[in-house]
């Protein structure tokens, strides 16, 4: 699990890292990490659940909604925000551009 603080939103160099920022919601400092270190959408989850001690919303877990205190979303190449574990995670890995922890909202 590879974790920086910076400014840029993603880079990529030859030793096969992809760094992404990630953002939650009522943190004024966004953090990276480095998605080619992870395994797939659960490592993802863990990682960020550690980074900011929140419990994780995703795609997957949709109906698991009222023990999630947060939602993670995804822009994509095209800007447009989607929900973390939507598409298979090669597709997420070439599509998206920087993450969003939210707080989810319940009615």
Known sequence: MMIMEEEEQNECNSVGSFYVKV???GVPIGRKIDLLSLNGYHDLITTLDYMF???????EEEDMCSEKSH???????????????DVPWEMFLSSVRRLKISRAYHY
């Open 53 to 59: 001690n929140a419990s994780i919303l995703w795609a």
């Open 71 to 85: 939602v993670l979303t995804y822009a994509d190449k095209e800007g447009d925000w989607m929900m973390v574990g």
């Open 23 to 25: 953002n939650m919601e």
